[in-house]
């Protein structure tokens, strides 16, 4: 599965932003789809997951601001972000859990975008 995210920029506090990350490759294998972030000299934290029944989950601070979606006709998964503060500051990367069952047995798998920059400024 490859992932291509797009969307992040320069915004101010309070403001918004709407991340998409358009997957393809093997999609039957994505079980489900993630956005994490990365501020420099933190470690990667998860923001939302989205399975594909669509169910979802939030990390604990964007939790209320933030909202995951996807749309399985484009194979995109959107990340709508609200409220934004300076502490959301972040490269943002999309991830896809896979599964995949072959002849040789089940590959349980996780491939990465690229990561987009979400900068806002105080």
């Known amino acids: 599965v490859q992932l291509q995210a797009s969307g992040g920029g320069l915004v101010q506090t309070g403001g918004s932003l709407r991340l998409s990350c358009a997957a393809s490759g093997s999609i039957s294998s994505i079980r489900a789809l993630e956005w994490y972030r990365q501020a420099p000299g933190k470690q990667r934290e998860l923001v939302a997951t989205?399975?594909?029944?669509?169910?979802?989950n939030y990390g604990d601070s964007p939790k209320g601001r933030f909202t995951i979606s996807r749309d399985n006709a484009k194979n995109t998964v959107y990340l709508q972000m609200n409220s934004l503060k300076p502490e959301d500051t972040a490269v943002y990367y999309c991830a896809a859990d896979t599964v995949e069952v072959l002849d040789s047995g089940i590959t349980v798998g996780r491939s990465w975008g690229q990561g987009t920059l979400v900068t806002v400024s105080s």
């Open positions: 989205i399975s594909s029944s669509g169910s979802t």
